[in-house]
């Protein structure tokens, strides 16, 4: 088969440039038709997808689960380690199987791995099949590129740069309860290990009176709870005309009077007092924070650029629990950073028996292409760094269930979402920790919250029956 080559596709003639701003296609071509989409990546990706459904819906195709049944196959992809590469790529070999035999299926990859350039090459050399490259500045675009890929012209438009902040997206939410909301793109930290600041570009916060209302139609349609979306959320505000912060933007959503109010990722470097104060002023400002912590090695959070030292984190930690009544706080920890030794990690552990977190995402480092750390020196072997991951799992899995376990006997408020998994005469939902509970309970809790009794605990989960009927 001879695959058109993608090196043209880059450079655009006047003509076709005219032809994309104007395509004479019919969207009308893809009514009906099935789309298989596949989401690689953190919260923001995910809501990212519900930008992408948005387009595909308006073009009248419905999703397919079945990547096999697809007309457009869109990849909404994560570049945050090694593994969620090799995913894709894998992946990319079952459709490359499935283009032969289907040659009309349109393959659309997105998201933060499109924002690299030596995977846009790989891409070119290897699965010179793909439609459509876009990147996570251009989703807009999407619809454009589909009419153009369904004439035989092949797209890759990604930006480096990053643009305006769009406002009025039209997303197709996966829930009917509760719903993300970005409040500040990008982020200008750049942590000497981490590859979004090159793939989501700097910050830019949206104005809180568009924050505002869009909550504020979520609440009117119903919607029980948001949560406010950033890699850094108490960096908002500061790159807007405007004199507000994060502080000022909570206060402000929590007076549209949503029930619940959640929001990540909290950077430890600027949370300050005054949000502290304004999330346990507010009832619906859930007591939950997500509060990465990385390394407890003053030495390791220097070379991460992390911008805080152990004791810090710490206090602003304790600062929290003070104030904040039965906060729940949560962590990312990262093992085997370049020079990390064994008294490093001990502090890492050592803050985890301090903090004894509710819960943590802990991950091996993995070094990406382009970023500082990735050219630090790095001797520690793979299987120490797997031990060491072993070890700080252990103590991370033991404070997680004990924190569910102090809640057994107690009543909590659950925010139900849906049928249980595992068990269909159970409803699952989440208390206001951000803990997940299977309820004994009927199907029409769902979309209301209730008090729940908890009555078992397990390391990631907690099982209870309906208090006192719904309380909504
Ligand atoms: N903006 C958020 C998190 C973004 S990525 C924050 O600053 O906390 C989510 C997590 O992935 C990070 O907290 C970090 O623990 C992990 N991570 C990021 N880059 C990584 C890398 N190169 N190797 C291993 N883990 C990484
Ligand atoms: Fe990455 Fe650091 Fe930005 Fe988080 S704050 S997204 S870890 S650079
Ligand atoms: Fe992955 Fe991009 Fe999110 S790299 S974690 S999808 S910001």
């Known amino acids: ?259 619940r109010i959640r929001f990540v990722t909290s950077h430890p470097w600027n949370f300050t007092d005054k949000m502290i104060e304004v999330i346990a002023k507010y009832d619906n400002i859930m007591p939950y924070i997500h509060l990465p912590l990385q390394s407890g090695s003053d030495r390791i959070l220097k070379l991460m650029g992390r911008k805080y030292t152990k004791n810090e984190y710490l206090t602003l930690f304790c600062k929290m629990k003070e104030r904040i009544p039965n906060v729940a706080i949560t962590t990312d920890i990262i093992v085997g950073f370049p020079g990390e030794g064994e008294s490093d990690f001990e502090n890492t552990l050592d803050v985890v028996e301090k903090c004894k977190f509710d819960g943590a995402y802990t991950f091996i480092f993995s070094p990406r292409e382009g970023t500082p750390a990735a050219k630090m020196k790095d001797e520690t072997p793979l299987e120490e760094k797997e031990e060491r991951l072993r070890r700080l799992n252990e103590r991370i899995n033991f404070y997680s269930k004990e924190s569910n376990q102090r809640l057994v006997g107690q009543v909590v408020s659950v925010l139900v979402l849906g049928e249980s998994e595992k068990d269909s005469t159970k409803v699952y939902g989440y208390t206001d920790t951000m803990k997940l509970v299977n309820v004994e309970a009927g199907k029409d809790t769902i979309g209301q919250i209730i008090d729940v009794l908890i009555t078992d605990a397990k390391s990631f989960s907690l099982d209870g029956v309906l208090e006192e009927g719904v309380n909504n």
């Open 1 to 259: 088969m001879n695959y058109p080559d993608l090196n043209k596709a880059r450079i655009r003639s006047e003509k076709e440039v005219n032809y994309i701003e104007n395509p004479m296609v019919d969207s009308s071509l893809f009514f009906n038709k099935k789309y298989f989409l596949r989401t690689y990546g953190c919260q923001m990706n995910e809501h990212d997808s519900e930008q992408i459904k948005g387009i595909l819906d308006h073009f009248g195709m419905s999703p397919c689960e079945e990547l096999e049944s697809a007309d457009v196959i869109v990849l909404n992809t994560c570049a945050i380690r090694e593994n969620a590469h090799d995913k894709v790529f894998g992946y990319l070999g079952r459709i490359k199987h499935l283009k032969k035999e289907r040659p009309d299926v349109i393959v659309a990859i997105g998201g933060c791995m499109s924002q690299e350039e030596s995977v846009v090459e790989e891409l070119k050399k290897r699965h010179p099949y793909v439609n459509i490259v876009f990147g996570t500045h251009n989703i807009h675009e999407l619809g454009t590129m589909l009419l153009h890929a369904v004439s035989g012209y092949q797209d890759i438009e990604v930006y480096s740069i990053e643009g305006d902040v769009y406002e009025h997206i039209s997303y197709k939410r996966d829930s009917h309860i509760t719903a993300w909301v970005n409040i500040i793109y990008g982020c200008d930290k750049f942590c000497t290990y981490c590859i979004v600041p090159y793939t989501r570009g700097k910050e830019r916060s949206r104005h809180l009176s568009e924050i505002v209302s869009e909550v504020e139609d979520l609440r009117s349609k119903g919607y029980m709870e948001v949560t406010l979306l950033g890699q850094n959320v108490n960096a908002y505000g500061h790159d807007l005309k405007e004199d507000v912060e994060f502080s000022d933007l909570l206060e402000a959503v929590a007076k549209t009077g949503i029930p």
